[in-house]
């Protein structure tokens, strides 16, 4: 039987997942609550993760592999290459807005998926623990914006 992705030990993903910037302030305990809201999914190389447009339902978190973000249907011509430790579709845990880029395996890779209604889920049953994720997503995103301004002022 041929394997494509070999199964990855819950530790370990506990361990990957625990290194991201959206959970250093969480405990042992507290990781392994928002483990449980996480669903593991593989990617051959070059398949659509999300199309530009799509709905952003879910922020995915790079455990192995590389993921290209780029223009629709433009691989060739990358906005960003994400490697293991990096997460994107950020937003989605915030709104519904449509996607403004396509998501694609660069390369065979294993992605772990938390979905919007988990996030939502986690606020209602483990308030503190959402917060601290809140937290540090908002730290994330102006980190963002302070760099985007940056640039366009170095221009």
Same mark, same amino acid.
């Given at each position: 039987?041929?394997?494509?992705?070999?199964?990855?030990?819950?530790?370990?993903?506990? !361990?990957? =997942?625990?290194?991201? @910037? %959206?959970?250093?302030? =969480? @405990?042992?305990?507290?990781?392994? $609550?928002?483990?449980? #809201?996480?669903?593991?999914? *593989?990617?051959?190389? *070059?398949? $659509?993760? /999300?199309?530009?447009?799509?709905?952003?339902?879910? &922020?995915? /978190? &790079?455990?192995?592999?590389?993921? %290209? &973000?780029?223009?629709?249907?433009?691989?060739?011509?990358?906005?960003?290459?994400?490697?293991?430790? *990096?997460? #994107?579709?950020? =937003?989605?845990? =915030?709104?519904?807005?449509?996607?403004?880029?396509?998501?694609?395996?660069?390369?065979?890779?294993? %992605? !772990?998926?938390? /979905?919007?209604?988990?996030?939502?889920?986690?606020?209602?049953?483990?308030?503190? &623990?959402?917060?601290? $994720?809140?937290?540090?997503?908002? +730290?994330?995103?102006?980190?963002?914006? +302070?760099?985007?301004?940056? +640039?366009?002022?170095?221009?």
């Amino acid at each position: 039987m041929l394997k494509l992705f070999a199964k990855r030990q819950p530790a370990q993903r506990l !361990a990957d =997942l625990k290194k991201l @910037s %959206l959970f250093v302030d =969480l @405990s042992r305990r507290e990781m392994k $609550i928002v483990d449980g #809201f996480m669903h593991e999914r *593989n990617y051959l190389e *070059n398949e $659509i993760v /999300f199309d530009e447009g799509d709905e952003g339902q879910a &922020i995915y /978190f &790079i455990l192995a592999g590389r993921v %290209l &973000i780029c223009p629709q249907g433009q691989p060739q011509a990358p906005i960003a290459t994400l490697e293991r430790g *990096n997460f #994107f579709g950020e =937003l989605a845990l =915030l709104d519904d807005a449509p996607r403004v880029a396509q998501a694609r395996a660069a390369q065979d890779c294993t %992605l !772990a998926v938390f /979905f919007r209604g988990d996030f939502l889920e986690l606020m209602q049953s483990h308030a503190l &623990i959402a917060s601290k $994720i809140a937290f540090q997503l908002a +730290r994330h995103l102006g980190a963002r914006l +302070r760099a985007s301004v940056r +640039r366009e002022q170095a221009q």
